[in-house]
């Protein structure tokens, strides 16, 4: 059982910054970040694994950078350039196995799941 503690959400304007982070409370090897905004399905945001692979939505690439620090067991989704259609709930999601990289965006591929932290931008 992995426990995924996130936080840094909250509200800012367009075109500002937040940093959210995912303390995850055991060994994972894959880890995500998903969003879900009022009244949508849930959807990718990225992912990473243990041997560096990264993968990013389109809606997202250029503005948002995942990167994880093991030493802390950390997750960290930097998002630069905030729209207002970037306000959701920011899930992260982790699982103890690798994969293709392709399964990094993939909701299914992930096992654990956090509690979610709101992102609010206004325009």
């Known amino acids: 059982q992995v426990q995924l503690v996130e936080s840094g959400g909250g509200s800012v304007q367009a075109g500002g910054s937040l940093r959210l982070s995912c303390v995850a409370f055991?060994?994972?090897?894959?880890m995500g970040w998903f969003r879900q905004a009022p009244g949508k399905e849930r959807e990718d945001v990225a992912g990473?694994?243990?041997?560096?692979?990264?993968r990013y939505a389109d809606s997202v690439k250029g503005r948002f950078t995942i990167s994880r620090d093991n030493t802390k067991n950390t997750l960290y989704l930097q998002m630069n350039s905030l729209k207002p259609e970037d306000t959701a709930i920011y899930y992260c999601?982790?699982?103890?196995?690798?994969?293709?990289?392709?399964?990094?965006?993939?909701?299914?591929?992930?096992?654990?799941w956090g509690q979610g932290t709101q992102v609010t931008v206004s325009s």
């Open positions: 990473i694994d243990n041997n560096g692979g990264i």
């Open positions: 055991g060994y994972t090897h894959c």
């Open positions: 999601a982790a699982v103890l196995g690798p994969g293709p990289l392709a399964w990094l965006l993939r909701q299914t591929t992930y096992r654990y």
